[in-house]
């Protein structure tokens, strides 16, 4: 998915950008309102994330401004406040959702997914390996024509093997990204979200197999 | 207020019912005296006239006074009220004709007339007595006039008069003080009603008081506006401090965590990764208490000053659920909303949200994977119940979690701040209502928030 985001502080954007790249994600960072309006004029993207406190104005003008121009680019605010009335408010002016600062990156993703499902039902850029397509944004798998709904940590365990295939994934790594770094969840857990996956993918040429000491990878063929 | 407290209203009020009161009674006894005196003049007058022609029927024989009394000189003493009319006549001291006793003597001629009010035949009399020198022979003789008259005549004169100088007294009271009524309402109605503007306000509304108000009063108004300015300006500045606060914290800290999720992603060495782990944790902490922090102070705050208006309250969940929505698919867990029609309350909308947002907070946090959190609205009485399929409070301890900082005893690693529970009651609290925690018999939690 294409990103656009609009954010002044320049490590955060900074961070924010490797991570979504690391995700297989294209993101573009514009670090004032003016920038951000150029990047619109002359890019489409799937989503904004915009910050509400930025050197050359209010998020919430922006926001304004972006509706009135008939853009239905769906808008994600990133809020370092927390005060309801100004959450409210920003829901009120055409913003999609709301996320506060500091955020876990898996929940922005969700609220992502959310938001684009709302808007558009599907994702324009659909991960496929071999015979098998993956929509992030509907959550359905598809193999030879045959649709699966998969459940929230199916599909975020399944797009993180099909964005990388070929890559082994060790069970620490999958636990700390399904399960945002809850201390509770022990390795094991892992198994269980595998062998479902697993048993979506039967009638697909793609395969995960099990390196001892290693962790997991997705096969193709 | 403090002490005796006064009213301006009543005070005015009463100072000009007062003063009304003591000037028809001024009026009345002036009225009542000045007739008095007039009446007394012309009785007066009418006895000396009496008087003279009694004193000019007078002639002296020989040395001997002789007076034959005109018929004329009591006929002018008629009255309505058929006054009774004594004479006396006296030569020296000697009782010529007339009533014995209505006048003693010695008598000076150089008195001239004189009036003299006293009882004679058990009646108030008004006498009129002259003594004149006449001469004859040798020496002149002393003739002496009394006439005197009852008085029932005056007195009903004056009566009528008093009756009708109590009446204009006793309505001019009235009428004054009707007006001082009037007077003292219209005077105080400006401070009152612009009391009540104030007083209407929500407690958040600090705009300065526009209202045209009578001079007396604008000092007044202006301190006020002045008051309100400040307070207003004192009232901005800390939440743009707070905000502004929050920013300057919260951005590093989400700079960090996003780091620290990119490094957790390429790094493989254990000890790296756990490290990386515990910072996310840590901030997620730091940053949850701080929200909460805050939250529970806008509680406080909101609750002393309740703002209440009619809210639907299947309106507030169903917002929270489709904004938490995307929160429980990260765990497999389904959100469902258990209302018929919409549920009205009077309440503060941002508080009663916030305690149902840390509600399902809790409820997402400690449900296992793949589970349903309920959350139903129910009308009889107004509650919300937030279930889940989690462990369940412990019990020993099912009294001490809604107490600030208070985690239960199997929170374990969830990350947590201990102050969603007493944000949730504190919001019960402040609408009258309270919260309840529940353990279901098949397993799970349920927290009632009672309104």
Request: hydrophobic residues 25%; glycine residues 24%.
């Given at each position: 998915m294409k990103y656009l985001l609009i954010e002044d502080n320049a490590e955060l954007a900074g961070a924010l950008c490797t991570r979504m790249r690391l995700d297989g994600h294209v993101i573009d960072h514009a670090a004032t309102l003016s920038d951000g309006s150029d990047f619109l004029r002359v890019g489409e993207y799937d989503l904004i994330l915009l910050d509400i406190m930025l050197p050359d104005g209010d998020g919430r003008a922006f926001l304004e401004r972006h509706r009135a121009q008939e853009d239905d680019t769906p808008v994600i605010v990133l809020t370092a406040r927390s005060e309801v009335s100004d959450r409210v408010s920003m829901l009120d002016l055409g913003a999609d959702d709301y996320l506060t600062k500091p955020f876990d990156h898996a929940e922005l993703q969700a609220r992502c997914r959310a938001v684009l499902r709302r808007r558009t039902?599907?994702?324009?850029t659909v991960i496929r390996r071999g015979d098998a397509a993956l929509d992030p944004v509907a959550s359905v798998l598809t193999i030879g024509g045959h649709d699966v709904t998969l459940r929230n940590r199916e599909l975020r365990l399944l797009e993180l093997f099909m964005n990388a295939p070929g890559q082994i994934f060790s069970k620490d790594k999958l636990v700390d990204r399904l399960f945002s770094y809850d201390g509770t969840v022990t390795e094991n857990a892992i198994e269980v979200y595998v062998g479902r996956l697993r048993k979506h993918l039967e009638p697909s040429s793609l395969t995960i197999s099990t390196h001892r000491g290693l962790g997991y990878r997705l096969d193709e063929g | 207020m403090r002490g005796s407290a006064t009213s301006l209203r009543r005070r005015l009020t009463w100072t000009l019912i007062g003063g009304a009161a003591l000037l028809a009674v001024l009026f009345f006894l002036v009225v009542r005296t000045y007739a008095q005196q007039i009446a007394q003049q012309g009785q007066d007058r009418i006895l000396e006239a009496s008087l003279t022609s009694l004193m000019d029927a007078a002639v002296v024989r020989d040395g001997q006074i002789e007076v034959d009394v005109p018929y004329a000189a009591f006929a002018m003493l008629d009255t309505a009220a058929d006054d009774r009319v004594f004479y006396a006549v006296h030569q020296g001291d000697a009782l010529l004709t007339g009533y014995d006793g209505l006048a003693e003597g010695p008598f000076d001629p150089s008195v001239g007339l004189d009036f003299q009010t006293q009882a004679f035949g058990g009646a108030e009399v008004r006498l009129a007595t002259l003594t004149r020198a006449l001469p004859a022979g040798p020496a002149p003789v002393l003739l002496t006039v009394s006439v005197a008259q009852t008085r029932d005549s005056l007195a009903g004169t004056l009566w009528a008069i008093s009756v009708n100088a109590a009446l204009f007294g006793g309505a001019f009271f009235v009428l004054a003080a009707g007006m001082a009524l009037w007077t003292s309402r219209s005077t105080v109605r400006p401070l009152s009603q612009m009391a009540e503007a104030v007083a209407r306000r929500g407690p958040r509304d600090l705009r300065p008081v526009v209202r045209p108000v009578p001079t007396e009063l604008s000092p007044l108004v202006t301190s006020l506006n002045s008051l309100m300015t400040r307070l207003s300006a004192s009232l901005t500045q800390s939440e743009t401090f707070i905000a502004e606060a929050a920013h300057r914290v919260r951005t590093p800290l989400a700079t960090v965590r996003t780091h620290a999720e990119a490094t957790l992603m390429r790094v493989d060495k254990d000890e790296n990764r756990a490290a990386l782990r515990s910072m996310i944790r840590a901030i997620d902490e730091s940053s949850r208490a701080a929200g909460q922090l805050l939250d529970h102070a806008m509680v406080t705050f909101r609750g002393d000053q309740l703002e209440r208006r009619q809210i639907d309250l299947v309106g507030i969940c169903r917002e929270l659920v489709d904004r938490l929505t995307p929160v429980a698919e990260m765990k497999d867990l389904e959100l469902v909303l258990l209302a018929d029609g919409p549920v009205e309350v009077q309440g503060d909308p941002i508080l009663i949200q916030n305690a149902v947002r840390n509600l399902i907070d809790n409820a997402l946090k400690y449900s296992p994977p793949e589970g349903t959190v309920r959350i139903e609205v129910r009308r009889d009485p107004v509650a919300i119940v937030v279930c889940d399929e989690g462990g369940g409070f412990p019990a020993e301890q099912m009294t001490e979690l809604s107490q600030r900082f208070q985690r239960g005893a199997n929170a374990g690693d969830t990350v947590g701040s201990g102050l969603g529970l007493t944000i949730a009651q504190d919001v019960a609290e402040a609408h009258g209502g309270r919260l309840e925690l529940a353990n279901l018999d098949g397993g799970g939690a349920c927290a009632t928030l009672y309104l």
């Open positions: 039902g599907s994702a324009q | -």
